[in-house]
Nanobody, 127 residues
Framework: EVQLQASGGGLVQAGGSLRLSCVAS????????IGWFRQAPGKEREGVSCISAYSTNIYYGDSVKGRFTISRDNAKSTVTLQMDSLKPEDTAVYHC????????????????????WGQGTLVTVSS
């Protein structure tokens, strides 16, 4: 059974930082891209970031580029999301999930989150 357990959420003031961690189990996680999407109340799911199996390709959503950094440690089956310069609009439940990276021949990439995902961790940014 695929399990993706997220942790590290909490309450932080605008401009602050949080570090989210995701531990993967139940599959050979180091062979698959893993990332994060978020969902705020009343809003659609938003892809935040996705990192390929060996960290060669990374996707960031436009709203988090330059502020968030994703990394992974395959030996520990862990994916980390470092979130800096947080804004109130970053408030959401963040879910660790399987993702698919799509790299365009003309440059750029995007990600889809149609696979397994975990329960999520709540991030609240106060103004």
């Amino acid at each position: 059974e695929v399990q993706l357990q997220a942790s590290g959420g909490g309450l932080v003031q605008a401009g602050g930082s949080l570090r989210l961690s995701c531990v993967a189990s139940g599959f050979t996680s180091d062979e698959y891209p893993i990332g994060w999407f978020r969902q705020a109340p009343g809003k659609e799911r938003e892809g935040v970031s996705c990192i390929s199996a060996y960290s060669t390709n990374i996707y960031y959503g436009d709203s988090v580029k330059g502020r968030f950094t994703i990394s992974r440690d395959n030996a520990k089956s862990t994916v980390t999301l470092q979130m800096d310069s947080l804004k109130p609009e970053d408030t959401a439940v963040y879910h660790c999930a399987e993702c698919e990276l799509i790299v365009f021949a003309a440059g750029g990439e995007t990600a889809e989150f149609n696979g397994s995902w975990g329960q999520g961790t709540l991030v609240t940014v106060s103004s």
